[in-house]
């Protein structure tokens, strides 16, 4: 049962983190710039790209994957469904219950392909715990 929690846990904190990555790691001045590029999506895996590897936990390749994906996963969210996460949030729910998360998840994972998706987890998990600790 605890494994199957945290595998919930673990999914849904990947999938937000991935939805909301370029929103919630980059400060306000790197996004509005982003969003009056003549390339938008590009300049959002730039500031993607520049807050992730701060955290010095994942390899270039591995941001730009990463990032990539993420940015590419938001685009295709529509306003409606952030709000159901919010939502879900907000209700303190897991957004992972929702099935356009979990076929979001699924799409995410494939795009990070298994080693980066591992890397991930065992980071997400390793938060958790400190988290837990404090």
Known sequence: MKNLKSNIMVSAIMS???LFATTTHANNDKLQQAYKST???AALINVCKE?????KK???????????CAV???GKLTNAQKWEIQSAINQKKSP???A???KQ?????????PQLTGKLKTLTEEAMKAGEKK
């Open 100 to 102: 356009f998360v979990q």
């Open 51 to 55: 807050e992730t590897a701060k955290g």
């Open 16 to 18: 937000v983190a991935a």
């Open 39 to 41: 390339n938008v999506k």
């Open 72 to 74: 590419e996963a938001d």
């Open 96 to 98: 992972a219950t929702l």
């Open 58 to 68: 994942l390899t270039t390749a591995e941001v730009s994957k990463y990032c990539t």
């Open 105 to 113: 998840n699924k799409d995410l994972q494939a795009c990070f392909g």
